[in-house]
């Protein structure tokens, strides 16, 4: 049985680090976008690796399943 490699090895767009982390945080903030989540510039740093993420206490019930 042979040992399947990762999307980041076999996907030539995945194979650079930097490309991999251009493309991750493209793919976040677009996906982002289209379900109505504005990303603050301090977000935004972060998904790009500039500055390190905050820790927010979130209090309340989940919005649950949108059916």
């Excluded at 493209?26 to 390190?52: C, D, M, N, P, R």
């Excluded at 309340?60 to 059916?67: D, F, I, P, V, Y």
Aim: net charge positive; charged share 25%.
């Amino acid at each position: 049985m042979s040992k399947k490699l990762s999307l980041s090895q076999t996907n030539p767009y995945l194979k650079n680090p930097a490309d991999r982390r251009y493309w991750v945080v493209t793919t976040v903030t677009s996906s982002a976008a289209i379900e109505g989540i504005h990303l603050s510039k301090e977000e935004i740093e972060v998904l790009q690796g500039q500055t390190k993420p905050k820790i927010k206490h979130v209090f309340g019930k989940s919005s649950g399943s949108r059916r």
